[in-house]
């Protein structure tokens, strides 16, 4: 059983369409995966109509036709995004108003086709809402025994601990997960990340915060950075256009080297065997790139080459 790799489904009845999406889901199953991720809004800027549902839709249908495999699998999914007016985010994003998290709840549930989910996300900050609103509708999911787990992504971290502290005052289900961009690679310091939301990297601050919180797991979106590794026709984002940069991708290489593997299956490596360790999501087309971030997470660095890796900057 493979815990520590998450099967990202953003694209999935969308740029991905059903037949791709199955054979994807079933070879991750297969090859012993249990952490299926999406969204509620995704992939609404795939949509012509301007909104979501298209991914947790297909998920839905995938389970319904494969007996057994929802006790198998485990299925995270999250709210917050979705464009209530079509195609305009994020002015017009439903946010978690108590009432917009039940009701965003209840619709992916449906479409899921499920009576439960595993771990569901707050996806991004609600400026409008009170911290103790979404807090509480949150608490009322877990109670209802429709909900396990929660987390919040792209979350600054004042406000993580916030809300986890407002929840263990109340004796309420609290975060135990955050969800963030987090990469090998470091962007230029200063600079606006290209995918995440403003507060969506992970910095050294959040990894203090989750090193030091037992019960809290970090989740790493993009973690290999669309292809930027290894393909050439996927360029870095100008973020990671710096010196540090090119010192890290050299040191990648070198391990890479040394373990006759690729930068890929080395960074995978290194996240999830650090501390904190880390929990990458990644999105695949190919059941060939699939097989890789499984090797990936199987690999095993030597403390010498962890080290290497850690003291390049």
Request: charged share 25%; with cysteine.
């Amino acid at each position: 059983m493979i815990k520590n790799l998450i099967l990202g489904a953003m694209l999935f009845g969308t740029a991905q369409d059903e037949r791709r999406s199955f054979e994807l889901l079933d070879h991750f199953v297969d090859a012993g995966g249990v952490w299926i991720d999406t969204a509620n809004c995704y992939a609404f800027w795939a949509d012509p109509a301007g909104f979501g549902g298209h991914s947790e839709t297909v998920l839905g249908r995938w389970m319904a036709r494969r007996p057994g495999v929802r006790d198998r699998v485990r299925i995270s999914t999250k709210v917050g995004c979705e464009p209530t007016v079509a195609g305009r985010f994020p002015e017009t994003a439903e946010g978690l108003s108590a009432g917009a998290v039940k009701s965003a709840f209840e619709a992916g549930l449906r479409r899921l086709g499920t009576d439960r989910v595993d771990l569901y996300w707050a996806h991004m900050p609600d400026p409008s809402t009170p911290l103790e609103e979404t807090v509480t509708a949150f608490d009322e999911l877990v109670s209802a025994g429709a909900v396990d787990r929660l987390g919040c992504s792209n979350y600054p971290v004042w406000q993580v601990a916030r809300a986890r502290r407002i929840a263990r005052d109340r004796g309420a289900a609290g975060f135990t997960a955050v969800q963030q961009q987090y990469s090998y690679l470091q962007p230029r310091p200063g600079t606006r990340p290209t995918v995440s939301h403003r507060f969506g990297m992970v910095t050294d601050e959040v990894l203090h915060y989750v090193e030091h919180q037992p019960d809290l797991e970090l989740w790493a979106y993009t973690p290999l950075l669309s292809g930027g590794y290894t393909r050439t026709d996927k360029p870095l984002p100008a973020e990671y256009d710096h010196a540090g940069t090119t010192r890290r991708l050299a040191a990648l290489d070198e391990i890479a080297a040394e373990t006759g593997t690729n930068r890929n299956r080395v960074v995978l490596a290194w996240l999830t065997g650090g501390s904190p360790a880390v929990m990458p999501i990644v999105g695949v087309s190919t059941v060939e790139q699939l097989d890789e971030a499984l090797a990936g997470v199987s690999l095993e660095l030597t403390p010498e080459q962890r080290g290497r890796l850690d003291s390049t900057v």
